[in-house]
């Protein structure tokens, strides 16, 4: 019995190119779904877009004022910049990191900031931005701004934001 011949000519796929093929059939299964990556399960991006932007600002030094009606500093003018790219209107809520935290838990801001860092006791309860040191008055701090938790397109869309305005 002869045992069959391979040509050296035959083609077989490459592991990365079966890689490849699976994922574009996952992407294509999650697509037919009607699932979008990132997503916001509470709607965020789509709630802010066009109407209001829920901004809790936590007081500190060099980085956000609150003596005047409104907070103002370099935090709140990015804030308020994000907001304008939203066409949505910032409104405002002073008060401690732990409070500002517990309504952001409760679906009652959209947006905390602050002199908050990457080393921030928060990242348990709110989602939070990569690290920026590049904000006037950061002092070298790498400073993150907080969104309420699993709203990952509403999270993407404020660092795409912040990678445009401060860098990373």
């Known amino acids: 019995m002869k045992t069959p011949r391979t040509s050296p000519f035959t083609v077989r796929p490459s592991r990365r190119l079966i890689s490849a093929a699976a994922l574009v059939s996952l992407a294509?299964?999650?697509?037919?779904?009607?699932?979008?990556?990132?997503?916001?399960?509470?709607?965020?991006?789509?709630?802010?877009?066009?109407?209001?932007?829920r901004i809790?600002?936590?007081?500190?030094?060099?980085?956000?004022?609150?003596?005047?009606?409104?907070?103002?500093?370099?935090?709140?003018?990015?804030?308020?910049?994000?907001?304008?790219?939203?066409?949505?209107?910032?409104?405002?809520?002073?008060?401690?990191?732990e409070a500002l935290v517990g309504m952001l838990e409760a679906g009652e801001l959209d947006l905390v900031i602050g002199g908050i860092?990457?080393?921030?006791?928060?990242?348990?309860?709110?989602?939070?931005?990569?690290?920026?040191?590049?904000?006037?008055?950061?002092?070298?701090?790498?400073?993150?701004?907080?969104v309420p938790p699993g709203e990952n397109a509403f999270l993407s869309e404020l660092e795409r934001f912040l990678d445009e305005e401060v860098g990373s």
């Open 28 to 53: 294509g299964a999650l697509a037919g779904c009607g699932l979008t990556v990132p997503s916001d399960p509470d709607g965020t991006l789509d709630t802010v877009t066009g109407g209001e932007l």
């Open 56 to 97: 809790g600002a936590s007081p500190d030094p060099g980085l956000v004022d609150v003596t005047g009606p409104d907070p103002s500093g370099p935090l709140p003018d990015l804030a308020t910049e994000f907001g304008d790219m939203l066409d949505a209107e910032a409104v405002w809520t002073v008060g401690s990191e």
């Open 117 to 146: 860092t990457d080393q921030t006791p928060w990242i348990e309860n709110a989602g939070t931005t990569r690290g920026y040191s590049g904000i006037p008055g950061a002092d070298g701090r790498s400073l993150v701004l907080l």
